[in-house]
């Protein structure tokens, strides 16, 4: 074997609801939007396999939202999977913990160029004209919270000379995940002596290692603001050299809705038609900047610094008349507005104002204290907004922290010094 090439897709999610836009919030046209993503990613996928014939396709983990399986998700996905058959790509198929074994129902007739992996490690030998192209070794979540290091039962075929891809649904120690799934460390990894690994679970695109290729692919949909900028698969290309082999790899965006934060700086702004002409520019920037699979862009606007409309821009009103405006304006892709944040404050010397002998001063100093000293912060807002929480039912409201205190801060700060500053 020279050189092989596969496509690595994982955590396709499909069936997910979309978090954080209500009803209210998005029209119809737009839920259908949301609500067909994933499926528009999975028909992506299936269409960039038909196109750039790889030798074969992996899909790394929770192909399905959630345990159970929607009969459009299964026979949307068999669809494709047979698309693939009739062009001889074969599908090698992990479970997640979203999606595990004991979940699954044997309600589909999989074609024959699918291997669903089981609850132990398998092997499975590819060929092409006759010889050995590949070992692809893999294993599916037996349950919902895996708690086994699946990595440590990965071995290399010591007698098969060629390419060996393992293929998991895992946590590496360092990940950003904060689901322990599966829990494994690159050196586990490297210890099964296989030539790359095709990984899910993590969200995000991201290569742990070269050599041997490690390589998480992200999702094929962003599904909350938290997952922004485009999402896809990987198309890798493995050729030997001197006895190994090495990879190199080319990310294909898949999902046709983006999400983005964009963050808009108002310093010494004073007129709200040039607040309006900022936002405009900064949504043209980002939807010109979009790859074309990108149809729809959810953004979350966020605006920053010192200006003299720091009260006006903290008025409901003015930011519900401001989206109204950019939901009508005329921009290269589709946009909504998923929501316009305040952090702005006001245009005054702070220097000055924190020497002041009087209540204005004496307030900023004390959230200049705080500020600096998170765990003060912490036990302050506990103490000051324990009546809030006494008499409310037990989970209604969750006490603020860490960022979300922080913002609650600099609100109290700017009303500070908009009411007690001498107008």
């Given at each position: 074997m020279n050189s092989l090439r596969y496509i690595h897709a994982a955590d396709l999610h499909l069936d997910t609801p979309f978090l954080g836009l209500s009803r209210t919030d998005a029209?119809?046209?737009?839920?259908?939007?949301?609500?067909?993503?994933?499926?528009?990613?999975?028909?992506?996928?299936?269409?960039?396999?038909?196109?750039l014939r790889p030798?074969?396709?992996?899909?790394?983990?929770?192909?399905?939202?959630?345990?159970?399986?929607?009969?459009?998700?299964?026979?949307?996905?068999?669809d494709g999977c047979l698309r693939l058959q009739a062009c001889g790509i074969p599908v090698f198929w992990a479970h997640g913990n979203h999606d595990p074994l004991d979940s699954r129902l044997k309600t589909v007739d999989w074609p024959d160029n699918v291997t669903i992996f089981g609850p132990e490690p398998e092997q499975h030998v590819l060929c092409r004209d006759?010889?050995?192209l590949a070992v692809i070794h893999g294993i599916s979540h037996a349950r919902i919270r895996e708690a086994r290091n699946l990595a440590l039962l990965f071995h290399r075929q010591p007698d098969a000379a060629c390419f060996q891809l393992g293929v998991l649904h895992c946590s590496v120690e360092g990940s950003p995940s904060q689901d322990r799934y599966a829990p494994c460390s690159l050196d586990d990894l490297r210890a099964a002596g296989l030539d790359a690994w095709a990984l899910g679970h993590v969200h995000e695109h991201r290569i742990l290692a070269r050599?041997?290729?490690?390589?998480?692919?992200?999702?094929?949909?962003?599904?909350?603001?938290?997952?922004?900028?485009?999402?896809?698969?990987?198309?890798?290309?493995?050729e030997a050299c001197d006895g190994t082999f090495s990879c190199?790899?080319?990310?294909?965006?898949?999902g046709p809705v983006q999400w983005q934060r964009l963050v808009i700086g108002l310093d010494a702004v004073e007129q709200l038609d040039a607040v309006e002409d900022r936002l405009l520019e900064a949504l043209t920037t980002a939807t010109e900047a979009a790859d074309a699979s990108c149809t729809l862009m959810v953004v979350r606007l966020c605006l920053q610094g010192r200006t003299p409309l720091d009260s006006l821009l903290r008025r409901p009103e003015t930011?519900?008349?401001?989206?109204?405006?950019?939901h009508q304006a005329s921009l290269p892709l589709p946009v909504h507005i998923k929501d316009l944040s305040v952090e702005t404050a006001p245009a005054v010397d702070m220097a000055a104002c924190l020497q002041r002998q009087d209540l204005l001063g004496e307030a900023l100093r004390l959230a200049e204290g705080l500020e600096r000293q998170p765990d003060a912060l912490a036990a302050f807002a506990e103490e000051e907004l324990a009546p809030l929480f006494r008499h409310c039912p037990a989970g209604m409201l969750a006490m603020p922290e860490g960022e979300e205190l922080q913002r609650l801060l600099d609100e109290a700060r700017s009303l500070c010094l908009d009411m007690l500053e001498e107008k």
């Open positions: 029209g119809e046209a737009l839920q259908a939007q949301l609500r067909d993503a994933t499926f528009t990613a999975l028909q992506r996928l299936f269409d960039l396999c038909e196109r030798d074969f396709l992996v899909l790394a983990g929770d192909i399905y939202n959630q345990e159970e399986h929607s009969v459009k998700a299964q026979l949307a996905l068999r006759g010889a050995p050599s041997p290729f490690i390589a998480y692919p992200g999702n094929t949909q962003g599904l909350h603001i938290n997952e922004g900028g485009p999402r896809g698969c990987l198309l890798v290309t493995a190199r790899e080319e990310f294909l965006p898949l930011c519900r008349d401001l989206r109204e405006r950019l």
